[in-house]
């Protein structure tokens, strides 16, 4: 199977514009994220996708590989699918472009299951870490996910799922983590498909793939990733790489 990650990268983020820009130890955020993804040794291929002149100068200045949006987007996966509809390759995965610590091991794992015995029934992977404080279960920001026996995605709710009318009955928690890893054509389905309700109602783009009837086999990981969303973040972020 050809494996590809794609990094989607807008420039004007709403809670902290320009922060894939900004610099991190002498690079940019988004540079280190895209290294840091191919320092991984997973995949084929990595690619920047992006809307922004800047960030797309700023890969290729790199050496790196970028690929300029032609429509706008309101989703990754839309902005992915448009990127990659005319690549030759089996698997994508979505790598964050906000996250420049990537962690080897869960993209390694959500890429295992599409090897294994039950790998013709799964269109994507995706990852999910178990919670126990309720502040983070209750917290909307943080989307839950329920699976069946097998750990396939049956729900995705920024609600409290499933609801806690026994708490004594042993349910744990899940948050979502967001990682995937698409098969090329789950990936183009999901690009002409229009949204639907529940998408509409969570801002959860996931659940579209479910309203469709799509599989998401979903990994379990203790590794949640550090994320960098905020003016906050960044300089956590620069004291990590510090130490």
């Not at 839309?78 to 091991?105: H, M, T």
Request: charged share 30%; proline share 4%; aromatic share 8%.
């Amino acid at each position: 199977m050809k494996t590809i990650a794609v990094i989607p990268a807008r420039y004007a983020s709403t809670r902290f514009p320009a922060k894939l820009m900004q610099d991190l130890g002498g690079k940019t955020v988004i540079t280190r994220t895209y290294q840091a993804a191919l320092n991984t040794g997973l995949f084929d291929d990595v690619f920047v996708v992006t809307d922004s002149d800047i960030i797309y100068d700023e890969i290729v200045s790199n050496g790196g590989k970028a690929i300029m949006s032609v429509k706008e987007h309101e989703s990754g996966s839309d902005r992915i699918a448009e990127a990659i509809e005319n690549l030759d390759v089996d698997i994508v995965v979505n790598v964050q472009g906000d996250e420049p610590f990537i962690n080897k091991e869960p993209l390694a794992d959500v890429l295992e299951v599409f090897k294994g015995d039950a790998a013709h029934e799964i269109d994507l992977a995706s990852v999910m870490m178990h919670i126990t404080d309720w502040d983070d279960i209750e917290n909307p920001n943080n989307v839950k996910v329920i699976v069946d026996q097998k750990n396939f995605a049956l729900y995705f709710s920024r609600s409290v799922i499933p609801y806690p009318r026994d708490k004594e009955a042993g349910v744990r928690y899940f948050r979502h983590i967001g990682i995937y890893a698409f098969r090329k054509h789950a990936l183009l389905d999901f690009y002409k498909l229009p949204m639907k309700s529940l998408e509409a109602t969570e801002k959860l783009e996931q659940l579209r793939y479910l309203e469709y009837g799509k599989k998401i086999k979903m990994v379990e990981t203790a590794h949640a990733g550090i994320g960098i969303d905020t003016p906050e973040d960044l300089e956590k972020a620069r004291k990590m790489l510090k130490g």
